[in-house]
């Protein structure tokens, strides 16, 4: 009897897997993954197809890829680049509108150039047009959010901080939204400033960008000085979402100068800050054993560059994005050994300090150490 029961529970599953296969084949086009593919396609493709020259130091860089999803306005790409013989990434706030660059196919970027950057003098001189570049597009929780945020918006920004406020004021204007900001725009000089005639091109009846220069320049209407609370204050309007975007120093003397005035810090964004090394005094090297799989690697790790920088040096890829602790993409598990993670960096979930898993960009050695690593599928794929 049991025998005879057997079989025909055999018998069941085999006829129900057939059964799925057929309904399956019989649908056409998986819809809800192919919604899924356009709004998260993951890594995808690029090809650069111009490069401009847009203040003394930035370049603005246009990629075009057919994959390029349909992103929030304010958000990054995560930018994979093979520089000599090492694969790196690096976050970069898109300029362009969400809507224009998913229906023409393109993003922008503006890329710094910074003193000591390696990626950054790859980006300002070495790329040409038609390199290909790998990157994921959309990323990152510095947008606007109308359930959350403001009918009104005072945006700060210092230097290059602009970036993500250009995409939400081309957001703002090209889909006529109900909401109007004011970008308060901190530059040392007149020449500092990044592509004028973009930001001029932004001035709308909901759109203001108002420059504030530490050197004033003759005939050109600006603030002048420092972005300081009597400066905020003026533009300032009633029940405004404060979003604040530039270099750390800046930041750090804002949130002074925000305290100043009457109102309600928890309204104020602060966008995060890659990182990746520490001003330490006395620079220390440790051993650090890499297990990927089954293979084992000992490679050496400064004490003031991350656990990340450290591994990239020594060319092993680990997925990462916002190179700040705040996405997790980075996330690796420490075996043994004792380091540090500044408490402003650390944003990992309860469960995975317990487990003893960190975010590799914000966490440095303080000892020898052992960790375990998971190389992404593509780099596998590749090889
Ligand atoms: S790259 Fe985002 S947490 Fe490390």
């Known amino acids: 009897m049991k025998i005879k029961n057997l079989l025909k529970t055999l018998k069941n599953i085999s006829l129900r897997r057939k059964t799925i296969k057929k309904s399956c084949s019989s649908l056409e086009k998986d819809y809800i993954a192919s919604i899924n593919k356009n709004l998260h396609p993951g890594l995808i493709t690029g ?225 995060v800050e890659p990182t990746g090394t520490l001003d330490i005094q006395e620079e220390k090297f440790y051993n650090i054993e890499v297990h990927i799989g089954l293979e084992v690697r000992n490679i050496k790790a400064k004490n003031s560059e991350s656990i990340l920088v450290a591994l990239e040096r020594n060319n092993i890829y680990v997925h990462s994005a916002c190179r700040s602790g705040e996405c997790g993409f980075c996330r690796l598990k420490v075996i043994k050994g004792e380091y540090l993670i500044r408490e402003e960096n650390d944003h990992r979930r309860y469960s995975d300090k317990e487990a003893c898993y960190i975010h590799s960009c914000v966490t440095y050695p303080l000892s020898d150490m052992v960790v375990k690593v998971n190389i992404p599928s593509f780099l596998n794929e590749e090889e």
């Open 47 to 271: 090809k650069v197809s111009s490069i401009e020259a847009v203040s003394k130091a930035c370049k603005k860089i246009r990629i075009e890829s057919k994959d390029v999803p349909l992103f929030k306005a304010g958000s990054y790409a995560s930018l994979i680049l093979k520089i000599e013989n090492t694969i790196t990434s690096r976050a970069y706030s898109i300029v362009s509108s969400p809507l224009t660059s998913y229906k023409e196919k393109y993003i922008e970027i503006i890329a710094k150039e910074k003193a000591d950057g390696f990626v950054s003098a790859y980006l300002c001189h070495d790329l040409k047009v038609d390199d290909e570049i790998r990157m994921e597009v959309g990323l990152g929780n510095f947008v606007y959010e109308p359930l959350r945020d403001k009918n009104n918006i005072l945006a700060i920004a210092g230097g290059s901080g602009v970036t993500p406020f250009v995409s939400i004021a081309k957001d703002i204007n090209e889909r006529n939204l109900d909401v109007n900001i004011t970008i308060l725009l901190g530059d040392k000089n007149y020449e500092d400033i990044i592509d004028l005639p973009l930001l001029d091109s932004l001035n709308s009846k909901r759109v203001r960008v108002v420059h504030v220069l530490e050197n004033k320049y003759p005939s050109f209407n600006s603030e002048v000085g420092f972005i300081d609370a009597s400066i905020i204050k003026k533009y300032l309007k009633e029940d405004t979402s404060i979003f604040v975007s530039g270099p750390k120093g800046m930041k750090d003397y804002l949130k002074k100068e925000l305290s100043k005035l009457p109102m309600d810090m928890r309204k104020v964004r602060f966008d």
